[in-house]
């Protein structure tokens, strides 16, 4: 389940929840202002990411595609990194709210919930 501040992971195996984890990655982490594109938000769990990678991304400024795509692209990186039990950047341990996923391995399917799964599943 993604939404707008966190991503949730259950596991299940026949039916019967195994695992579970909790991601401080969302949607709404990052708020700009609408007509001018300027960093209104950025929450602590962006800021990690941002602070990590280099992202040129900061408040009160214009944001760039480019600084939008790199923290989208690492935040999904990040999800599937804890989904499939990957190692993580020391420096991000703080956005995972939860336990690592530690039997993550020869999934047979995923399921999207949430906003996001509105945008994943729409007909565009």
């Not at 800021?47 to 400024?61: P, R, V």
């Not at 944001?63 to 935040?75: D, I």
């Amino acid at each position: 389940d993604i939404g707008g501040g966190t991503t949730n992971i259950a596991v299940f195996e026949d039916g019967n929840l195994k695992e579970c984890t909790c991601l401080n990655v969302g949607g709404r982490l990052v708020e700009i202002e609408k007509g001018s594109e300027i960093v209104t938000f950025i929450s602590k769990p962006a800021k990690l990411f941002i602070d990590t990678y280099g992202i040129a991304l900061s408040l009160g400024e214009k944001v760039s595609k480019v600084a939008l795509e790199e923290l989208c692209s690492r935040m999904v990186d990040f999800v599937e990194n804890i989904a499939y039990g990957e190692k993580i950047p020391l420096a991000l341990k703080e956005i995972l709210m939860a336990s690592e996923l530690s039997n993550c391995q020869n999934y047979s399917g995923v399921m999207f919930s949430g906003g996001v799964a509105e945008y994943i599943y729409s007909k565009r």
